[in-house]
T-cell receptor, first 112, second 114 residues
């Protein structure tokens, strides 16, 4: 079992709709959770961090965390073609070392 | 605020050679982490430096080594290059007074081993 799992996609969503990206993790002791966006040929860009159960909203983005189910998700409202990218879920198991474990990423395409 | 910078942007080496990659952390950050990202995969943690000491290491052989300098910049050294070392090498800095647990990536160095 991989430590962090994501559906590799591609996930295709019409412009203006809600894109839903999901991630599961195996270590119950995981402390913090991050979503990165990576455009083709570029480096990952941090878009959301979440540490507590529940929802966290930032503009069009909402991160959701359920530690009991070991599940974290990212919702993108009013999807735009510029949101087309690979979305990486990352989990930090250890506050001290801040070692991020990444999923393989989900490729998202927003269709105009 | 200056972001994370990396050099060089691209590098081509042959098998068996050695390479040094460089990273300057974001201003106010004292921690640098290095990751390797193969094509189509998520980044994999190599190691992390905090105040010039290694502070955690992933599942990489000893021929991957690093340094951190007093100004918090860092180097990644890879000896005896293998074909499988071809990847995007990412440096991330963290440890600012706010959002200290968040890691911000530089643009990366694309290494090709022939």
């Amino acid at each position: 079992q991989k430590e962090v799992e994501q559906n590799s996609g591609p996930l295709s969503v019409p412009e203006g709709a809600i894109a839903s990206l999901n991630c599961t993790y195996s270590d119950r002791g995981s402390q913090s959770f991050f979503w990165y966006r990576q455009y083709s040929g570029k480096s990952p860009e941090l878009i959301m961090s979440i540490y507590s159960n529940g929802d966290k909203e930032d503009g069009r983005f909402t991160a959701q965390l359920n530690k009991a189910s070991q599940y974290v998700s990212l919702l993108i409202r009013d999807s735009q073609p510029s949101d087309s990218a690979t979305y990486l879920c990352a989990v930090n198991k250890d506050w001290g070392a801040q070692k991020l474990v990444f999923g393989q990423g989900t490729r998202l395409t927003i269709n105009p | 605020e200056t972001g994370v910078t990396q050099s060089p942007t691209h590098l081509i080496k042959t098998r068996g050679q050695q390479v040094t990659l460089r990273c300057s952390s974001q201003s106010g950050h004292n921690t640098v982490s290095w990751y390797q990202q193969a094509l189509g995969q998520g980044p994999q943690f190599i190691f992390q430096y905090y105040r010039e000491e290694e502070n955690g290491r992933g599942n990489f052989p000893p021929r991957f080594s690093g340094l951190q300098f007093p100004n918090y910049s860092s180097e990644l050294n890879v000896n005896a290059l293998e074909l499988d070392d071809s990847a995007l090498y990412l440096c991330a800095s963290s440890g600012g007074s706010q959002r200290y647990n968040e890691q911000f990536f530089g643009p990366g160095t694309r290494l090709t081993v022939l």
